[in-house]
Structures are given as C-alpha cells and as structure tokens.
C-alpha cells in the first residue's frame, strides 16, 4: 500500500548539518500533508515536522530554528534539512502523512539513521 523509503543520514558532529530524503508514493503526494518524525532508543516516535501539499510548514519546539522541511511533488520526494545538530537529535528519522501519524498506522519505512556525536 504505502511506499516510503527515507535515506542521508549518518555520523555528523555536534552542529553539523544533514539533509534527509523522503521518496514516497505519488498517492500520497497528490493528496496528503507529509511529515518527518524520530524515534531514538527507547523513546516512543515524535513528531519533528509538517508541510502541506502547497508549502505550509509547521516545526516540533525542538528542531524549530534549526531544521527546515520541503516537497518536491513533481519528483513525490520529501526533504528535511538538518542544521545545528545537537546529540539530542540523534535518532531514527521517519517520513510519513500527518494522517498515518495521527491514525497511529503501522505503515512505517525503515527509517535513515542520523546520529550526532563527537
């Protein structure tokens, strides 16, 4: 059913900067708002951001400041730009809909491993 595949994360020291990518289904892209969200050892899954299919963005307290979401719906790929990573942010990042999110759906990828240490 739903098609996720998140990839660039890695090993980055504290404030460095990552970019993460999200290729997802066209379905999901015509119609949903898409998010990123994390989930380190232990921790339950968080929400980190959101954007609309026209552009609107929302942030987590957390990362606001620091971390920016985008779309590309031509190319169904979403993206997350990282910067001033601190080893807070250290993580398994997810990209989904704001809709599975809030279902609480099972349809998860993977997930790109981002971790941020000295």
């Known amino acids: 059913q739903v098609q996720l595949v998140e990839s660039g994360g890695g090993l980055v020291q504290p404030g460095g900067s990552l970019r993460l990518s999200c290729a997802a289904s066209g379905t999901i892209f015509r119609s949903d708002t898409m998010g990123w969200y994390r989930q380190a050892p232990g921790k339950a899954r968080e929400w980190v951001a959101v954007?609309?299919?026209?552009?609107?963005?929302n942030y987590a307290d957390s990362v606001k400041g620091r971390f920016t979401i985008s779309r590309d719906n031509a190319k169904n790929t979403l993206y997350l730009q990282m910067n001033s990573l601190k080893p807070e942010d250290t993580a398994v990042y997810y990209c989904?809909?704001?809709?599975?999110?809030?279902?609480?759906?099972?349809?998860w990828g993977q997930g790109t491993q981002v971790t941020v240490s000295s």
């Open positions: 954007i609309t299919r026209s552009g609107n963005t």
């Open positions: 989904n809909t704001v809709d599975a999110w809030l279902r609480q759906s099972s349809d």
